[in-house]
């Protein structure tokens, strides 16, 4: 047992040593996002690659959706969403994008994100939205996962239990809010909604990813405020078959929130995030490592490129897509205003783990 877990090590000091080895210069600078925007979220269907959400000044939800073709390497502009929100927790599946909870805009009063609880199918093909039942919370800045035709919505931030639902940032009265260990399933056959084991560290701004079956909540941040510093490393894992919360995996080389992933080969690949060196340095995390659940490792990857903060990822095929967008320093024109568009990037995945 002792000379096969020997092997294991070396064996998994070998994939790390031949990926760190690999050059930034493996990422491909792809036809730049057209639109200035924040907050994007990037999610692969049919082939394409789908952009929605955003944010515009203000904190405004625009609501926009983009569509990229990989063989024309262009972007499109499509119908807008029906309820323009953001931070809202996204799953493929045969085709269609199925979309929860997030935050929208204020009423009235002052700019802010308020919990939302909604439900939406969406059809790529056709640009057709369609109304599901609304999720038995309301909460935003979650991440969903699913398995065997069943949505899991985990974490997110929400208001405290008792307390008026509004905005839980930005308000001149903030109310109270909390990150939560929520996990609700979606029966996407029935329409039904069920409460399943909650997540052991509430987070919110985390990452939400099935693999073989399995499903892994990565990341994100523990404190009440959206802008806390309570960055976490965790790495857990959710079975639902047994509706069971294992013990803790490998926690990841750098706490963060809000990374760009996708799953290839089995192995999870995150690059881009958000950290704090100190209580008031905020640091874009560049790196790109990948995870292997059945080895229980992490391995180091080619950086993205300077001056990138990646806001949202997505993989298609054996690639792995990067956006980035405007929470970075950039390349300043006439009077100081930023040079838009936003880079997109590209790096194929398949060659590192032979």
């Given amino acids: 047992m002792r000379r096969l877990a020997a092997i294991s090590l070396l064996i998994a000091l070998l994939f790390a040593s031949a990926a760190a080895a690999q050059s930034p210069k493996n990422w491909q600078s792809l036809a730049p996002f057209p639109a200035p925007v924040r907050e994007a979220s990037l999610i692969a269907a049919a082939g394409k690659i789908y952009m929605f959400t955003a944010q515009g000044t203000g904190l405004i939800p625009l609501g926009l959706v983009f569509e990229y073709d990989p063989a024309a390497n262009a972007w499109k502009q499509k119908k807008r969403m029906p309820l ?74 929400a208001v405290h239990p008792g307390m008026p639902n509004a905005s839980v940032n930005y308000g001149a009265e903030e109310i109270p809010r909390r990150s939560v260990p929520t996990v609700e399933e979606y029966d996407l056959a029935t329409g039904k909604w069920r409460e399943r084991a909650s997540m052991p560290s509430p987070r919110h701004h985390l990452e939400v990813i099935a693999v073989k079956g399995k499903i892994y909540a990565l ?136």
């Fill in 84 to 157: 323009p929100s953001h931070h809202i927790a996204t799953v493929e599946h045969n085709g269609k994008i199925y979309f929860f909870g997030g935050f929208k805009a204020p009423d009235a009063g002052p700019s802010g994100w308020e919990p939302i609880d909604n439900s939406w199918e969406y059809d790529p093909q056709t640009e057709l939205w369609k109304a599901l039942p609304p999720m038995p919370s309301k909460r935003g800045a979650g991440g969903a996962a699913i398995v065997d035709g069943k949505v899991y919505v985990i974490g997110g931030m």
């Fill in 219 to 354: 990341g994100g941040r523990q404190g009440l405020s959206p802008n806390g510093v309570g960055f976490s490393d965790a790495v857990e894992e959710y079975d639902p078959a047994t509706d069971r919360w294992n013990v803790s995996r490998a926690r990841m080389p750098v706490a963060r929130e809000d990374m760009s992933w996708g799953v290839y080969d089995g192995r999870i690949f995150i690059v881009g995030g958000g950290t704090r060196s100190s209580i008031t340095s905020f640091e874009t995390v560049r790196q790109l490592d990948a995870y292997d659940p059945a080895l229980n490792q992490w391995f180091a990857l080619p950086s993205l490129p300077p001056n990138r903060f990646p806001a949202s990822g997505a993989v298609l095929g054996d690639t792995l897509y990067v956006l980035s967008d405007d929470h970075v320093a950039r390349t300043t024109g006439p009077g100081g205003n930023e040079i838009r568009p936003y880079p997109f990037d590209a790096i194929r995945l398949d060659g590192f783990f032979k």
